[in-house]
């Protein structure tokens, strides 16, 4: 999840948290005896629902469908697998076969490859699509001094074109991202 989604998420959460707060003390007395005995909703909103009986409901069972159909595809893309499976690597043009491998073995090379840099800690790569070549996310741990424009250099430079020699295809890489990490490495004596 990126950063513009958990604002959102934080801000919807306080939101939520807030009214849930404001309906347990009002309807606790806390804010007084008669706050806790008036109905939350003035007598101006009231008739306004009563009038509009015929189409207010289905209405806003609609906007409350919707409003559910988005959440859901939202929490889906928060969670999407990376695409797994196969990439094959010839076309079977010539009627001989064709050669597969998996994209988690494609994903694990690459990573391994970015890990070799100076200042890279860790790295991950996902195969996140192959329509009609591959696109990668790519992850890497760095030490505080390494330098990230280096790295990306060499990512796009030296780490995507091996793995498009090896796939025979090309492949792009959706985004790199990277964490600093501190300098000290932790040894168990």
Known sequence: MD???????????????????????????????????????????????????????PVASLVCLALGFIGARWLLAQVRAPAGGELTLADGRDSTGRTRVRAAGASAALASDIESYPGVRSATAYIVSDDPCPSLEVHASLDRDADPVEVRRKI??????????????DVTARSIRFRLTSTTRRTVA
């Open 156 to 169: 796009e430079e030296h780490a995507l074109p091996r793995l498009a020699h090896a796939l025979e295809r």
């Open 3 to 57: 950063r513009a989604n958990r604002v959102a998420l934080g801000l919807v959460g306080l939101l939520a948290a807030a009214m849930g707060v404001y309906g347990l003390v009002r309807g606790s007395g806390a804010t007084g005896s008669r706050a806790a005995e008036d109905p939350l909703l003035t007598q101006g909103v009231r008739d306004l629902v009563a009038r509009s009986e015929g189409w207010l409901w």
